[in-house]
């Protein structure tokens, strides 16, 4: 969007454009549905083709294991990932793709303008745009995400997305970890718990070695409990704690000044210290700062968690130095075709 008090355009997300044309800030954008297909450079036939060959890797799988057959670890890795780009694939059934050329919005008043009158008049009080109070509200999952997205930046280990350094933002941040509606997490959660779940089916696969076995035992075990145990405590720290987290923070500025007047010595560095470490956002907004009771266990959960899947993928390229017999027959397709 154009406005007035500032250098160049600034990226709007769908809640601020609609608090914008709803007050009469700017103009709804005149884009047809065809308009907006047209700038989706994702070719329909190659994501058919992609869904036919999982579909078929999934019918040759099951069945194998209806045959009698044996399946390998790898195979069953596989799965579980299938299993999530089915979901992927249907919520992204209407996302346009590699999108190059923004749409430039026009706005009738100046910046200054739309802060005064929305209540917020220190125009250097924001984090990535003027606008982003209009969506300020804190997301458990956000927060957790981008402070672990953090973490890469501070290794120069830009993961996912290349750091952002304009001030304002001169995009939208792809790191966001939108907050959705109650129905849309229950869907979400049906492809997390079948996707934790898949290498537990491999619980009496065969193995080379017994400590290989019980090894993927835990490692699938924990990787259940991570997606079950995780998301519900993900759930309630949502709904519940965090507010009553925030219900008992002070104001920055009277925690800022708490802190200035006490005077300098080891403990108040240390606290420093852990209260930089619990915020790794670039300007470090408030908003940014993980609970404790959030950072320390899913920390604990995480480390865990990229250990199973780290020892899991491992194990599915080992365990095929040795293999039973069964692996390498075919699947008789000519049982399902009727004869008569």
């Given at each position: 969007?154009?406005?007035?008090?500032?250098?160049?355009?600034?990226?709007?997300?769908?809640?601020?454009?609609?608090?914008?044309?709803?007050?009469?800030?700017?103009?709804?954008?005149?884009?047809?549905?065809?308009?907006?297909?047209?700038?989706?450079?994702?070719?329909?036939?190659?994501?058919?083709?992609?869904?036919?060959?999982?579909?078929?890797?999934?019918?040759?799988?099951?069945?194998?294991?209806?045959?009698?057959?044996?399946i390998t670890t790898?195979?069953?890795?596989?799965?579980?990932?299938?299993?999530v780009l089915f979901?992927?694939?249907?919520?992204?059934?209407?996302?346009?793709?590699?999108?190059?050329?923004?749409?430039?919005?026009?706005?009738?008043?100046?910046?200054?303008?739309?802060?005064?009158?929305?209540?917020?008049?220190?125009?250097?009080?924001?984090?990535?745009?003027?606008?982003?109070?209009?969506?300020?509200?804190?997301?458990?999952?956000?927060?957790?995400?981008?402070?672990?997205?953090?973490?890469?930046?501070?290794?120069?280990?830009?993961?996912?997305?290349?750091?952002?350094?304009?001030?304002?933002?001169?995009?939208?941040?792809?790191?966001?970890?939108?907050?959705?509606?109650?129905?849309?997490?229950?869907?979400?959660?049906?492809?997390?718990?079948?996707?934790?779940?898949?290498?537990?089916?491999?619980?009496?696969?065969?193995?080379?070695?017994?400590?290989?076995?019980?090894?993927?035992?835990?490692?699938?075990?924990?990787?259940?409990?991570?997606?079950?145990?995780?998301?519900?405590?993900?759930?309630?720290?949502?709904?519940?704690?965090?507010?009553?987290?925030?219900?008992?923070?002070?104001?920055?500025?009277?925690?800022?000044?708490?802190?200035?007047?006490?005077?300098?010595?080891?403990?108040?560095?240390?606290?420093?210290?852990?209260?930089?470490?619990?915020?790794?956002?670039?300007?470090?907004?408030?908003?940014?700062?993980?609970?404790?009771?959030?950072?320390?266990?899913?920390?604990?959960?995480?480390?865990?968690?990229?250990?199973?899947?780290?020892?899991?993928?491992?194990?599915?390229?080992?365990?095929?130095?040795?293999?039973?017999?069964?692996?390498?027959?075919?699947?008789?397709?000519?049982?399902?075709?009727?004869?008569?």
């Amino acid at each position: 969007m154009e406005v007035e008090g500032l250098e160049r355009p600034m990226p709007l997300n769908a809640e601020q454009l609609f608090w914008l044309v709803e007050r009469g800030y700017v103009e709804m954008p005149a884009l047809s549905r065809d308009e907006i297909r047209d700038k989706n450079k994702s070719d329909g036939l190659a994501r058919l083709l992609t869904i036919g060959q999982t579909l078929w890797f999934i019918a040759s799988s099951v069945t194998r294991v209806g045959q009698g057959l044996s399946i390998t670890t790898l195979e069953l890795t596989t799965v579980s990932f299938i299993i999530v780009l089915f979901g992927t694939s249907y919520c992204w059934l209407h996302k346009p793709s590699d999108v190059l050329r923004p749409v430039i919005i026009k706005c009738n008043s100046t910046i200054s303008i739309i802060r005064n009158e929305a209540g917020y008049h220190d125009p250097e009080d924001y984090t990535t745009t003027p606008l982003d109070f209009i969506n300020r509200e804190d997301y458990v999952m956000d927060m957790i995400w981008k402070y672990y997205v953090g973490i890469l930046y501070k290794m120069r280990i830009p993961l996912f997305s290349r750091p952002i350094k304009a001030r304002p933002y001169d995009r939208n941040c792809n790191t966001d970890f939108l907050k959705t509606e109650l129905d849309f997490e229950l869907f979400a959660g049906v492809f997390i718990f079948a996707f934790s779940a898949t290498t537990m089916c491999a619980w009496n696969f065969y193995f080379p070695t017994p400590v290989e076995r019980l090894l993927w035992r835990c490692a699938s075990a924990f990787t259940l409990i991570f997606g079950v145990v995780g998301g519900l405590y993900m759930w309630l720290w949502h709904l519940v704690l965090l507010d009553k987290h925030k219900a008992k923070q002070l104001p920055t500025s009277e925690a800022s000044s708490m802190v200035s007047d006490q005077p300098k010595g080891a403990h108040n560095g240390v606290k420093s210290l852990f209260m930089k470490v619990r915020n790794l956002s670039t300007y470090e907004e408030p908003t940014s700062r993980l609970p404790l009771g959030v950072l320390a266990p899913v920390t604990a959960f995480c480390v865990l968690y990229c250990l199973s899947r780290a020892y899991i993928l491992i194990e599915d390229v080992v365990s095929l130095r040795s293999l039973p017999a069964s692996v390498y027959a075919t699947v008789e397709w000519s049982q399902y075709i009727p004869h008569f």
